[in-house]
């Protein structure tokens, strides 16, 4: 059974730092493109970074870059998302997913993602 567990999310203050990591069971994990996404209330669940399978190279959207970093540990089968400078627009639900896609780079749609966790509630305050 493939399971993928979130963990990390919190309260902080805007300017604070959190880090979620995404421990992943039950897949060959090195086939797996492994993304982060948020959902915040009455919004769509969107694209936060993601690595592809294999070489892990990183993708951002332009709400994490140069705050966020995504990272891989194949010896834990866990990714990480280092979240710093926070604001309160970054309060959602951050998901992890997993997507069996091995011909480049790690995709960008929701719907595309095999496998999802339940989510971790990281909330900003002003």
């Known amino acids: 059974e493939v399971q993928l567990v979130e963990s990390g999310g919190g309260l902080v203050q805007a300017g604070g730092s959190l880090r979620l990591s995404c421990a992943a069971s039950?897949?060959?994990?090195?086939?797996?493109?492994i993304g982060w996404f948020r959902q915040a209330p009455g919004k769509e669940r969107v694209i936060v970074a993601c690595?592809?399978?294999?070489?892990?190279?990183?993708y951002y959207a332009d709400s994490g870059k140069g705050r966020f970093t995504i990272s891989s540990d194949s010896a834990k089968n866990t990714v990480d998302l280092e979240m710093n400078n926070l604001a309160p627009e970054d309060t959602a639900v951050y998901y992890c997913?997993?997507?069996?896609?091995?011909?480049?780079?790690?995709?960008?749609?929701?719907?595309?993602?095999?496998?999802w966790g339940h989510g971790t509630q990281v909330s900003v305050s002003s």
């Open positions: 997913a997993a997507d069996y896609y091995n011909l480049g780079s790690c995709r960008k749609l929701a719907a595309l993602y095999n496998y």
């Open positions: 039950g897949l060959a994990f090195e086939d797996f493109a």
């Open positions: 690595v592809s399978s294999g070489d892990r190279a990183a």
